[in-house]
């Protein structure tokens, strides 16, 4: 199915940030866009918003002078809903009501020709929903750009139980002539995006919770060791909590209160007391002038790093650590065994889920420390670690990573410290969402890695990392709390039984 002609005119209905942007990308490659508001002069503010901005990149180098005017002159305003009527595409970017949104469709449905597309930029409401009233649903799709649409490449393209293919189909080829990178889903809440990316929130919301550690020490992990552009804390407060919170509650309200998708009580606290984020000077940080970034917690290397170090079977995860360490000058013997670096008196292990306390009595195991899952142990900068208030050999291990610049900060005795339970909670979600046929498994991994800029693809990062291993600390996670919240998806116990990776 080709795209839209360059010659079919495309409408935006909302003049906000998001209708503007939207009508900003289609007028940049080349259509004919109308942008329409209910509020007087609301379009042409925003078109003027649009020469401002672009005028900006013209003088900082970044445009042409000739493609900015191209597509400010691709733009115009409608006074009225009736002038769209010749449009080829219509994309809505109202207030998400749903009422509101099926007044505007019907209204369209009955204004626009037989072939004109009818797209809805809703983040969390269902397509299937909103076109249920329309005489020609099968015309109807989900149309999810990410703010900011000139910037952001994604492009979700939801498919309602009555949109027909051949819609989705132009949708996608047209999102991909429009520059974007389009991922195709099924009308189920939260589409794939503000689905499967909760348990990035919720893992350090809880950890924040349960004391485990602030939120500086927590952010700077998931940094510094998970790869991720920015901390659970930092990201909620660039976002803004209200706004955060509230696409955890649909989605939590839409799945019957599934404990998987639960809101956090801490972040409920701020949204009560109007701590937003960036955007009210207070969140989980404080962005008032003056006020100072609290820095995350670092263990203190007070001893030499040891000379040698025995591995005993570990697995690829902590590969990349023992090479760094013999590029260092450590001597490493390896052997046999179940996963166990042992360095001196210390015992370290990469959490398998399971507490330190816990494992250490389950195998038996004298100054056990636990070490978190890292992107690369080639690269990281700080991992978590975990260990008993009565080990006393920690110190071996707090120099040891010093040594290789690797900077040590502990969390409290908690199941799958952080970067892992993130990393298979996310997993487990995308997971789900495949065996639900809500999206594709390379379609799930290309949409949190470019709209929400993962280091790498949950379901990539689950085979890399085994799915042995991130069933196994699910079931760990599940044991340790008694709760439901962390039960092993139904497909990675299967593709765990065939042999099979996620995206086979």
Known sequence: MAALSIHAGVAGIGAGAMGAGIAQVAAQAGHSVKLFDTRPGAAAQAIAGIAQQLGKRVAAGKLGEAACSACLGNLQVADRLEQLADCGLIIEAIVEQLEA??????????????????ASNTSSLSITALAAHLQHPERMAGLHFFNPAPV?????VVSGLATDARVADTLCETALSWGKQPVRTQSTPGFIVNRVARPFYAESLRLL???????A????LLRDAGGFRMGAFELTDLIGHDVNYAVTCSVFDAYYHDMRFQPSLVQKQLVDA???GRKSGLGFYDYREGAERPRPSALASVQPAPAEVVAQGLGTALMPLLQRLRESGITVTEGPGSGLLRIGEAVLALSDGRMVSRRARDEGLRNLVLIDLALDYASAT????????????VGAVVALLAHVGITASRLSDTPGLLVLRTVVMLANEGADAVLQGVASAADIDLALCTGVNYPKGPLAWADSLGLDTVVRTLEHLQAAYGEERYRPSLLLRRCLAQGRSLHA
Do not use: H, W
């Open 217 to 220: 020490t927590l952010d700077a």
């Open 382 to 393: 700080r991992a978590a670690i975990s260990y008993s208030d009565d080990n006393d050999a």
């Open 274 to 276: 109007g701590r937003l």
């Open 152 to 156: 952001m490449a994604l492009v979700e």
């Open 101 to 118: 949104k099926r007044e505007l469709f019907n209204a369209l449905e009955a204004l626009c020709r037989p072939d004109c597309i009818l």
């Open 209 to 215: 919770q349960e004391g485990a550690a602030d939120c």
